[in-house]
């Protein structure tokens, strides 16, 4: 299992009124309490490893970002006049639909309602994500392949 399904499946527990899961496959298990500890190990172990989480929630723990990002999101995404388009879930991003072609926009793109700007991977479904204003991508806040959270601002769009 990859650190990514973890997280996602950590994010969609905190979101649910689920207390306690379970998952079992290919010889390793993992249990989600909500009471921040987790489980991992071998189904045949006599103990599983017990790792202990810090006393905050899951949901309120610091994001990983790029000194870019953080750079960027401070301070342009003060001017009202720009729009934030953010991740609707857990994933990583794609900026084009292959590793051959061009990304979807970049700085200078005018983009409509409709455009597609990026794909964000979720448990192997590829979502689209469209730019939902009119105008013009700004800056790019995150990187090709990086792991993106629920909310996390994607691009800055000075609107029309």
């Given at each position: ?12 527990i ?9 998952y ?23 103990q599983p ?34 729009h934030k ?25 005018k ?21 939902d ?28």
């Amino acid at each position: 299992m990859k650190i990514q399904e973890i997280r996602e499946l950590i994010k969609l527990i905190d979101d649910s009124s689920i207390d306690e899961f379970e998952y079992e496959t290919e010889g390793t298990k993992v249990v989600l309490r909500k009471n921040n500890v987790v489980e991992v190990g071998a189904p045949r172990a006599a103990q599983p490893i017990q790792i202990a989480q810090p006393q905050i929630p899951v949901s309120a723990q610091p994001e990983a970002k790029s000194e870019k990002a953080q750079e960027v999101h401070n301070e342009p995404a003060e001017d009202p006049s720009l729009h934030k388009i953010v991740s609707p879930m857990v994933g990583t991003f794609y900026a084009s639909p292959n590793p051959d072609s061009e990304p979807y926009v970049k700085v200078g793109s005018k983009v409509n309602k409709d455009t597609v700007v990026c794909i964000v991977e979720a448990m192997k479904l590829f979502n689209e994500i469209e730019a939902d204003v009119k105008g013009e991508i700004v800056e790019v806040l995150v990187e090709n392949g990086q792991l993106v959270e629920y909310g996390q601002p994607l691009f800055l769009v000075k609107t029309e």
